[in-house]
């Protein structure tokens, strides 16, 4: 996936200028039931228009958990940490919960 994001936009002078990421994300699901999807994945980024920045500079863990309500209806919950790769400080993790509902219309 390819991603643009624009930062700062008003308070900074690069701040109308997006940075481009490449994305790539690799993930290995196991249906345990035919209602539990059980996943784990990992995701880099790639910046793509940024010379002072070489390499992946941003990096995902994830492991989940996929509910099949009904046919239309899933719930799914997951734990994501990432940490910045490349960067002064690369001991700092930002550690996220997550909930989603989806309705399939």
């Known amino acids: 996936m390819v991603q643009m994001r624009m930062k700062n936009i008003y308070s900074s002078e690069n701040g109308m200028l997006p940075k481009f990421y490449e994305r790539n994300k690799l993930s290995i699901k196991y249906e345990l039931t035919k209602f539990v999807k059980p996943y784990v994945s990992q995701e880099f980024f790639y910046p793509l228009n940024q010379t002072q920045n070489k390499g992946f500079n941003k990096s995902r863990?994830?492991?989940?958990?996929?509910?099949?309500?009904?046919?239309?209806?899933?719930?799914?919950?997951?734990?994501?940490?990432?940490?910045?790769?490349?960067?002064?400080?690369?001991?700092?993790?930002d550690y996220v919960y997550g909930l989603s509902f989806s309705y399939e219309l």
């Not at 989940?64 to 490349?86: A, D, H, I, M, P």
């Open 61 to 93: 863990s994830i492991l989940g958990l996929e509910f099949n309500l009904n046919r239309k209806t899933q719930l799914e919950t997951y734990f994501l940490f990432q940490k910045e790769l490349n960067a002064f400080n690369t001991t700092e993790l």
